[in-house]
């Protein structure tokens, strides 16, 4: 199983970028796909997961983060808005077995990361 994250850039605060994970040796549709995010001298945090009908996303990012998946291109999508300073991290998808798992214990399979710079 591989996962190709991009996406990432320079964005300035209140500006938009949407992340794109695309898998191959497993169906998105099928797992849980996850988004979290590391930030320099930082542990590696949840943002969104989307497993089956199902979405959630982390307190931080609510009302400005929306994952969604197109299975026809097996790829899953983190868009975001509104975007803010402490929104800088290196982007991590994942997938692990089914359901809402905000754990990185509950992932299997990583991307290899991109990152996402907002700064004015």
């Known amino acids: 199983v591989q996962l190709q994250a991009s996406g990432g850039g320079l964005v300035q605060p209140g500006g938009s970028l949407r992340l794109s994970c695309t898998a191959s040796?497993?169906?998105?549709?099928?797992?849980?796909m996850g988004w979290f995010r590391q930030a320099p001298g930082k542990e590696r945090e949840f943002v969104a997961v989307?497993?089956?009908?199902?979405?959630y996303h982390a307190d931080s990012v609510k009302g400005r983060f929306s994952c969604s998946r197109d299975n026809a291109k097996n790829t899953v999508y983190l868009q975001m808005n509104s975007l803010k300073t402490e929104d800088t991290a290196v982007y991590f998808c994942?997938?692990?077995?089914?359901?809402?798992?905000?754990?990185?214990?509950?992932?299997?399979?990583w991307g290899q990361g991109t990152l996402v710079t907002v700064s004015s």
């Open positions: 989307i497993s089956g009908a199902n979405r």
């Open positions: 994942a997938s692990g077995r089914r359901g809402i798992v905000m754990f990185t214990t509950d992932y299997e399979y």
């Open positions: 040796g497993r169906l998105v549709n099928n797992y849980a």
